[in-house]
């Protein structure tokens, strides 16, 4: 039943899954890379303080010997301390140098990401069934196999490099200290950087098999995303996000018609009308833009910054706002009047002696409004576009 839910999971998990999942502490994670990491680290730890190190522990030895050929009661505890100090300080910078490569190998493949949700106590993690489920699982063998994987691999690498090293023991033995430490300190650092050649190699399949398994884990299956997709538009947060969103991106678009526009009609400053009329693609002159209060005022600069002429004419502006819809033709009944004043805008532009003063331009009775700009409540873009 398992395997044939998963076969259903055939679409990518949606940013609210992933972000669901790193909420609960469920992010892409390689313990291989961490271990290489912690493994180069040390060993570059080795190559910048083995000298230090190897003097530090002959010297320790040295006084250790010294305090042994006379030995009084009362000098061990101090002994002890000064060495077990001398010996964490020294060590201080190594440790620090592998915390900082086993965090960074940590956030390099899945960021960095902290929840309580990770760490909080859950009784089902304790069914031993349950475990034994996660043993007999796929991912269990698949970490089973590469656990062996693993093994067999660091310790093929490790004896070999180990076998090599055999013959010089005998020689460092016979060696005096000064001479064998730095020796011996060479050769764990030459075995160290083998075997963390070995656990690069193993950490180089492993960071993409976490990847793609965390992808696989978090599919989802059509019905799924249908689900999810009809939960978050019927909250009402988001419903009211994505009417925000709508708004925004129709005023965007009717602001960028605002240039092809033949004139804006205005109250003169509560209300803006843009009309727009192309008499070889249009039947009738199309609003393309319309505004109360600030849309007006943005609109009234948009014309003025491109040339588009700006007419004020209260009542028709009006009539306009109100019963013409956005980027439609304008109602057949204002058909005269809106002629009037583009053959109004047409005398402007092209006759060399246009009128010195705009025509009276006569709404109907029926789609007279009041001038009272309380009434016309600013209304959300009637085609916003999706």
């Not at 398994?213 to 989802?220: E, G, K, N, P, V």
């Not at 209060?293 to 004419?313: D, F, M």
Request: charged share 20%; with cysteine.
């Amino acid at each position: 039943m398992a395997d044939s839910t998963q076969e259903d999971r055939t679409e990518e998990a949606s940013p609210r899954r992933l972000q669901q999942a790193r909420e609960r502490g469920q992010i892409p994670r390689s313990r291989e890379l961490v271990s290489m990491s912690l493994v180069i680290g040390g060993a570059l730890g080795m190559l910048l303080l083995g000298p230090s190190l190897a003097e530090f522990l002959g010297q320790t030895l040295r006084q250790a010997l010294q305090r042994a050929a006379s030995p009084v009661d009362d000098q061990l505890p101090g002994l002890l301390g000064d060495t077990l100090g001398a010996g964490a300080w020294t060590l201080l910078p190594v440790i620090g140098l592998l915390a900082v490569a086993a965090a960074g190998a940590s956030v390099a493949v899945g960021g960095w990401n902290f929840t309580v949700q990770g760490i909080e106590w859950r009784a089902e993690r304790l069914d031993p069934l349950k475990g034994l489920g996660r043993l007999l699982s796929t991912q269990g063998l698949i970490e089973t196999v590469k656990g062996l994987l693993k093994v067999g691999v660091i310790g093929a690498i490790g004896f070999m490099a180990f076998r090599q090293a055999i013959p010089q023991l005998p020689a460092l033995a016979l060696s005096a200290l000064p001479v064998a430490m730095p020796a011996l300190v060479g050769l764990c650092l030459k075995l160290w950087a083998v075997l963390g050649l070995g656990m690069g190699l193993i950490a180089l399949v492993d960071v993409p098999m976490q990847r793609w398994q965390y992808a696989r884990q978090l599919r989802m299956s059509r019905h799924e995303l249908r689900e999810e997709h009809k939960e978050m538009e019927g909250r009402p947060e988001v419903r009211a996000k994505i009417r925000q969103l709508q708004r925004e991106r129709g005023r965007r678009r009717m602001m960028e018609q605002i240039p092809t526009a033949d004139v804006v009609l205005t109250n003169p400053t509560h209300y803006a009308i843009a009309l727009r009329y192309d008499a070889e693609h249009m039947r009738a002159p199309v609003v393309v833009a319309k505004g109360v209060g600030l849309i007006a005022l943005r609109i009234r600069e948009l014309a003025g910054q491109h040339g588009v002429l700006v007419l004020e004419s209260p009542p028709l502006a009006r009539a306009l706002y109100r019963h013409a819809e956005l980027d439609q033709p304008i109602p057949t009944d204002l058909y005269l009047v809106v002629a009037h004043v583009l053959a109004y805008v047409y005398q402007l532009k092209h006759q060399p002696h246009p009128p010195s003063a705009p025509p009276d331009f006569e709404v109907p009775a029926a789609y007279a409004v009041a001038a009272d700009p309380e009434a016309a409540q600013p209304e959300p873009l009637q085609r916003e576009q999706e």
